[in-house]
């Protein structure tokens, strides 16, 4: 396993042996695919600036091995697949689909039907406060203005998917094995024909095309056998060592040796555990608003110590976020060793990668010019939607945050060379303490020396100067030394327990991973969910009603009804004590600024006399004493 290289065969059968179980949830459409089909399925397109699109290569003449040869390539221009086909679907299929959503929602009513039907959670806006829920009314309506997928595109791209499935049917990844870092990386990419978010499942988005990425990260013994340590699974926004679990993790669930991964209904995003996670998208403010809200939240949670939830969650949440809300409930379809489903024999993306992989910089499905890019469809897993490299290709260690985490075998030999090192640099540093602990003392003489001497005034200030400095570096390298001592102790300690075979915490690298509901959220009552879907609305249109009718006293009836719906809202979501409490402390905070403003001066003149007493009474008392 030295070679940085592996041959066809060998890669397989690592790919095999560790490859994952992924559980998705009921209502999945689409399922992880082989590229071929799907390519074979589009065209080709290219979007120049200021252009209409050119449609390069027709339906059903584009092959994996011509998907490389971009033509009319140029600054700017973008090049992409169309798969499903929206206008066709709706003169073809539009009588049909909709005879089949009445028959399917007569079928939904058999308890049998039931089990496969998607079924969506209560509470998404519920458990969310107003400014998430207002900038969530935003994103909806900011999708009517930017580019977005057709409505009509999930369902022909799903007719066209099944049209792939009934002539092959086939569940596959592409996978790829490379070394780094002492690590060996075996990557599982996984490719979707649609991400139906949006319209399937009350997400963020609709694209065309999705590739996932499953990565483990393997090490070498001293024998030349290969254990697994770290798994990681990509998932919206999270990066780096939040992506990540260690192997022996219980959060991380196996089959055998096979990680099982629960897919996000429609997102395909991966997770560890079973359930529905709350993805909140951040919005930004412009600089000076982000940094005044910020000193505000600041001042709030940390000096008035209130918080809308749990104080984790008050410092991890944004104050102006869109909620959204993952379903990777695994009660669905089943992939991998001794599921519903095997995997079919995977692609090799050997080194060097092939054209279709390192050739075609383009986007694999429609391209909709939405200015944030949600509804655009992805890049291939070498590239970014800008065509620069990605880092998961490049780079997988340092992308799962690995680039600063040795492996095993050489972490217990790291540490003992490091113990060398600061050992060798603690003798250096032994002797030079005592050289200038000497030199220290010379000069000290000196000083003492010439003092009083006025005809030595000059040499004696420079030698004092002297004094000082050395003095102070003195101080700086017995510091280091106490610190690499401190330093050795804690190495040599963690070397004693390695050659135990003891690990490190678990969780240690992780600062914030996704969790799904708690039961308590999930079991948000009816009326609570009414009021969070209606609440923002109904402040518009009372905000248009104070406005229209009661203008003469706008500011009364606008504080009573800010009032009124913070205290409904509070109440919904059993925060009424802390609203109240957070009311009073407010209230204190608005009464002591009017008192300052009001009586400024005198609380000056109050506490200059204050502290004229005080001085007085302490300086009596010290004379007193004697």
Not at 5 to 17: F, K, P, S, V, Y
Not at 35 to 45: D, G, K, N
Not at 88 to 111: D, I, L, N, W
Not at 578 to 588: Q, T
């Amino acid at each position: 396993m030295n070679d940085t290289r592996l041959n066809a065969e060998t890669a397989t059968a690592l790919l095999r042996r560790f490859e994952p179980v992924v559980r998705f949830t009921r209502g999945e459409q689409f399922f992880p695919m082989d590229v071929e089909p799907y390519v074979q399925s589009c065209s080709l397109w290219v979007q120049r600036p200021d252009e209409e699109p050119i449609c390069t290569v027709p339906r059903g003449k584009l092959t994996l091995e011509d998907l490389a040869q971009q033509p009319q390539d140029e600054f700017g221009a973008v090049h992409f697949l169309k798969f499903a086909d929206p206008q066709g679907f709706k003169e073809v299929y539009s009588r049909k689909a909709r005879r089949e959503f009445r028959q399917q929602r007569q079928a939904a009513k058999s308890p049998e039907a039931s089990r496969k039907i998607f079924r969506a959670g209560r509470g998404r806006l519920a458990r969310v406060g107003y400014a998430s829920r207002f900038a969530d009314a935003l994103y909806s309506i900011g999708l009517l203005a930017r580019g977005r997928v057709p409505g009509e595109s999930a369902a022909a791209a799903s007719v066209a998917y099944r049209r792939i499935m009934e002539e092959s049917e086939h569940y596959g990844y592409h996978g790829r094995v490379l070394h780094q870092n002492g690590w060996v990386v075996l990557q599982y990419w996984l490719f979707y024909a649609f991400n139906d978010w949006r319209s399937g499942f009350f997400g963020a988005n609709d694209h065309e095309a999705d590739w996932e990425k499953i990565f483990v990260f393997l090490s070498e013994s001293g024998n030349g056998e290969l254990r697994p340590e770290w798994v990681t699974y990509a998932a919206h926004n999270h990066t780096g060592d939040n992506l990540r679990r260690r192997w022996d993790d219980p959060e991380l669930m196996k089959v055998g040796e096979h990680p099982v991964a629960y897919v996000g209904a429609g997102s395909h995003a991966s997770y560890y555990s079973p359930g529905e996670y709350l993805t909140e998208l951040d919005l930004r403010f412009p600089g000076p608003m982000a940094r005044v809200a910020e000193t505000i939240r600041t001042f709030w949670r940390e000096k008035l110590r209130q918080y809308a939830g749990d104080r984790e969650d008050a410092d991890q949440t944004s104050s102006f976020s869109i909620p959204f809300v993952d379903y990777a409930r695994g009660d669905g379809l089943s992939i991998g060793p001794g599921q519903d489903r095997p995997w079919s024999t995977p692609r090799l993306i050997l080194d060097p990668p092939p054209d279709w992989v390192a050739g075609y910089r383009g986007l694999w499905g429609l391209y909709t010019r939405d200015p944030f890019e949600g509804e655009d469809a992805p890049a291939g897993p070498m590239y970014n939607r800008n065509k620069s490299a990605s880092r998961a290709w490049y780079d997988p260690v340092g992308w799962a945050g690995l680039d600063k985490v040795s492996t095993p075998a050489e972490t217990l030999e790291i540490v003992l060379d490091r113990c060398k090192d600061i050992q060798a640099r603690r003798e250096s540093l032994q002797t030079e303490i005592e050289e200038k602990s000497q030199r220290l003392k010379q000069l000290g003489v000196e000083v003492e020396a010439m003092r009083d001497q006025s005809h030595l005034d000059e040499p004696y200030e420079a030698r004092k100067k002297s004094l000082r400095e050395l003095s102070e570096e003195v101080a700086r390298l017995r510091a280091q030394l106490a610190t690499d001592e401190s330093v050795s102790q804690s190495l040599e300690g963690y070397a004693n327990r390695l050659k135990k075979g003891e690990r490190g915490p678990l969780r240690a690298h992780i600062s914030h991973a996704p969790q799904p509901a708690s039961e308590t959220e999930l079991r948000t009552n009816r009326i609570a969910e009414a009021w969070a879907a209606l609440s923002v609305g109904l402040v518009l249109i009372g905000l248009v009603g104070i406005v229209v009718f009661e203008r003469s006293h706008l500011t009364e009836v606008l504080v009573a009804s800010i009032a009124l719906f913070a205290f409904v809202e509070a109440g919904f979501r059993k925060r009424l004590t802390n609203l109240i409490s957070s009311v009073n402390i407010g209230l204190a905070v608005v009464a002591i600024l009017i008192v300052v403003y009001e009586f400024f001066w005198h609380l000056v003149i109050l506490a200059v006399l204050v502290v004229g007493l005080y001085v007085l009474w302490d300086n009596l008392r010290e004379l007193l004493r004697r």
